[in-house]
């Protein structure tokens, strides 16, 4: 079966602290996408990331970074010298290599950051 | 850049009554999908829709619901009969190729649903 966790449900934190979001995936495919998603209180989808199957290289973009490892299964998200304007529902995603390509999304962090 | 669009962004309709949400994916995208998320839980998939015909629906994704690309450019979703708990936001998102070669899936902005 195909499935996204993220363990986390809230997270609250103050600003300028470092924060992790966890998300752990199953799925028996070798060929796969895993994303990250922003939900802000206005509603929308919001892309941050893709990643592939065969490429674990870790990611920076400004102030954020993931980490990806195919041995635990792993799509971690840190957000570094968190803003209050980052507060939002982060949707951790897989999409297998199949014929109609869904998304499968996690069930979402939500994320306080406090001034 | 282009986008996917949805209309309306807020629909209120009494219970029974039929809606239609529609959609504009991104014009030389081939696959479409709808997505439901009811209000504070997860993005869930409702249906794929490609060449014209549905090519995967989730067990939500019963007879009440019917998709279809009437022209060239709209993709829309219709609940024959409302209930209560279609009350949710139902996102579109549109794919660029049906090969085997992933491109990314572009969800546009959402129309949330209230049915009273």
């Known amino acids: 079966a195909q499935k996204v966790t993220q363990a986390q449900t809230e997270i609250s934190v103050v600003e300028k602290e470092d924060v992790t979001l966890d998300c752990v995936y199953e799925?028996?495919?070798?060929?796969?996408?895993l994303f990250w998603y922003k939900q802000p209180p206005s509603g929308e989808l919001v892309f941050l990331i893709r990643?592939?199957?065969?490429?674990?290289q870790n990611e920076i973009s400004g102030r954020y970074s993931w980490n990806f490892q195919k041995s635990t299964s792993s799509f971690n998200f840190t957000i570094t010298a968190s803003q209050v304007v980052d507060s939002a529902v982060y949707f951790c995603?897989?999409?297998?290599?199949?014929?109609?390509?869904?998304?499968?999304f996690g069930a979402g962090t939500r994320l306080f950051v406090k001034a | 850049e282009p986008e996917v669009t949805q209309t309306p962004s807020h629909q209120v309709t009494q219970m029974g009554q039929e809606v239609i949400l529609r959609c504009v994916p991104i014009?030389?995208?081939?696959?479409f999908y709808w997505y439901r998320q009811i209000l504070g839980q997860k993005v869930e998939f409702l249906v794929s829709?490609?060449?014209?015909?549905?090519?995967?629906k989730s067990e939500i994704f019963d007879d009440q619901f019917s998709v279809e690309r009437p022209d060239g450019s709209n993709f829309t979703l219709k609940i024959r009969s409302t209930k209560l708990e279609d009350s949710a936001m139902y996102f579109c998102?549109?794919?660029?190729?049906?090969?085997?070669?992933?491109?990314?899936?572009?969800f546009g902005p959402g129309t949330r649903l209230t049915v009273l």
């Open positions: 990643r592939n199957s065969f490429d674990e």
């Open positions: 995603a897989l999409i297998l290599n199949t014929g109609g390509f869904k998304t499968i």
């Open positions: 014009s030389n995208h081939l696959y």
């Open positions: 998102a549109s794919r660029r190729t049906s090969g085997s070669s992933y491109n990314e899936q572009f």
């Open positions: 829709f490609y060449n014209n015909e549905i090519s995967e």
């Open positions: 799925t028996r495919d070798t060929t796969y996408y």
